[in-house]
């Protein structure tokens, strides 16, 4: 079965700090791979995808993410975090009949 | 605006009470989901569709039932309501070729 983990629960960053979220993977065959973010009583939002090529994908809000096969891993990354990236965000791994399975989520906090 | 609606957004339950959770969606995707969203769990796949006239169970199907009425909508039901079933209820779309959910804003159960 395919899944993701997400070590932490929480990362806390001040504003204009790089922000880290990570993720690791465990699939068969190649990994497709999302994050999505939540803000407060809102359904979760696309932000990035990974299928194939490059392995650093850029999205949206400017977040980025590094694919690293050798480490199994799909770290989300942002180098200047604003208050306003606050939220709730899911790494996903998608199986090959398009469901998606999450992560546990982690919540992320800019301290002005 | 296209997307995914939920109704209701918000219900309270008696445990033994049955109710039906609706979803549709306009952007004329093949395949809908439902998950339930619960602290330290992420989200959980309760049941999909993977088109018109087909429904297959998730990861936590028990005490759930789905209908998808046609292509646009795609009904969850609970048949006897239990405290355990109190949790966030996300639905989802997504297109053919596509692999990103576009997700309703939740409808959030409380079962007392």
């Known amino acids: 079965a395919q899944s993701v983990a997400q070590p932490e629960d929480q990362v806390n960053v001040a504003e204009g700090n790089p922000l880290t979220v990570k993720c690791t993977y465990s699939?068969?065959?190649?990994?497709?791979l999302f994050w999505y973010v939540q803000y407060p009583n809102r359904g979760l939002q696309f932000l990035l995808k990974?299928?194939?090529?490059?392995?650093l994908v850029k999205g949206s809000y400017g977040f980025e993410a590094e694919f690293n096969k050798s480490q199994t891993s799909f770290h989300l990354k942002k180098p200047s975090a604003l208050v306003s990236d606050s939220a709730l965000y899911f790494c996903?791994?998608?199986?090959?009949?398009?469901?998606?399975?999450f992560g546990a989520g982690t919540t992320v906090t800019v301290r002005a | 605006n296209a997307g995914v609606t939920q109704t209701p957004k918000f219900q309270v339950l008696k445990t033994g009470q049955s109710m039906t959770l609706q979803c549709a969606q306009d952007m004329n995707h093949n395949s809908m989901y439902w998950y339930r969203q619960d602290p330290g769990m992420g989200l959980r796949l309760i049941y999909y569709?993977?088109?018109?006239?087909?429904?297959d169970k998730g990861e936590v199907p028990n005490g759930y039932n789905v209908s998808r009425l046609n292509k646009r909508e795609f009904s969850l039901r609970l048949e006897s309501a239990a405290p355990s079933q109190t949790s966030v209820y996300f639905c989802a779309s997504s297109g053919t070729g596509n692999p990103n959910y576009t997700f309703g804003s939740g409808t959030r159960l409380t079962v007392v």
């Open positions: 569709s993977a088109s018109e006239g087909t429904t």
């Open positions: 990974y299928i194939t090529g490059d392995n």
């Open positions: 996903a791994v998608r199986d090959r009949v398009y469901k998606l399975s």
């Open positions: 699939v068969s065959g190649n990994p497709y």
